[in-house]
């Protein structure tokens, strides 16, 4: 029998960090909102399903501005998310009524094609799987006075991305446990945690791309103009070929 794989879109944070009124996944990037970018890569991708979930107050936005205004058609339910990301995720648990289930920020728009299919067989294949990319950068871990007391080798540091994907029922049942003992969740800030903390299973990496960034402060609007500039100018060049 067919698998079935949904995905949770989540739109559902304030992005302080970013300092705009508007969400960070509802302003505009050339010419349309942050979160159509992922919700098109899924749209079009062979996941089954879409769960999306926004804002309390941005239900009917997403309903009227971004759903019916660009036709999603896999977009089954727009749910209310909470307070954390985690409180989000939760909620779009609550929807989903096939096999695996694949989570991603509404605020990484270049997710791919190779990306989700990526994860979607290894999730498959071994019940859950994160994207990542090895860090470029080296990283120091700090003490309260922000002196560095350690330096790990960086080969085994990866900067952890979107889609998280798992076994419906597997990811489910951890976060029942978890989100039960809520003061575990103070520290999560992602759902292989989740899976770690409850069930202290290993969680496998897989290559996502230094592309598929999240789109966090200021300074990642200007790098995500520049990627959607960079391909555009790729396929004007194709074209005259
Ligand atoms: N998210 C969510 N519900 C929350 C918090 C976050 O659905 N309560 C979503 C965000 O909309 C985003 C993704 O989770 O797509 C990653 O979170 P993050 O980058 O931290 O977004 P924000 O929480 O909105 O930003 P900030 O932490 O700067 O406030
Ligand atoms: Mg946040």
Redesign the pocket.
């Known amino acids: 029998m067919k698998q079935e794989y949904t995905a949770i879109i ?9 300092r705009t009124d508007c ?3 509802f302003l505009e990037l050339a010419g349309k909102p942050v979160i159509c970018y992922s919700l098109e890569a899924f749209e079009k991708s062979p996941v089954d399903h879409i769960i999306l ?3 309390e107050d941005s239900l009917e936005y997403c309903r009227t501005e971004i759903v019916d205004k660009y036709g999603f058609r896999k977009i089954k339910n727009i749910v209310a ?5 985690y ?3 939760w909620a779009g648990l609550q929807y989903v009524k096939s096999d695996y289930v694949l989570i991603h ?4 728009p270049f997710v791919t094609q190779e990306i989700i299919q990526r994860t979607m067989s290894e999730a498959a294949k071994t019940g859950s799987c994160v994207v990542g990319m090895p860090v470029k950068d080296t990283i120091k871990v700090t003490d309260q006075e922000n002196y560095a007391v350690r330096t790990p080798d960086r080969k085994c540091l990866w900067q952890v991305q979107t889609p998280q994907a798992f076994a419906t029922e597997k990811i489910r049942a951890a976060y029942a446990a978890v989100l039960g003992a809520r003061h575990a969740a103070d520290v999560i800030t992602d759902d292989a945690m989740i899976l770690e903390h409850a069930t202290g299973e290993k969680v496998k990496l897989i290559q996502g791309s230094y592309r598929n960034i ?3 402060t200021k300074e990642d609007l200007l790098i995500a103009s520049a990627f959607i500039e960079n391909s555009c100018q790729k396929s004007v060049d194709i074209n005259r070929k």
Not at 81 to 85: C, T, V
């Open positions: 989540l739109a559902a944070g304030k992005g302080s960090r970013m969400p960070k996944q979930v926004s804002g998310g909470g307070q954390e990301r409180d989000s995720v920020d509404g605020a990484r999240k789109i966090t």
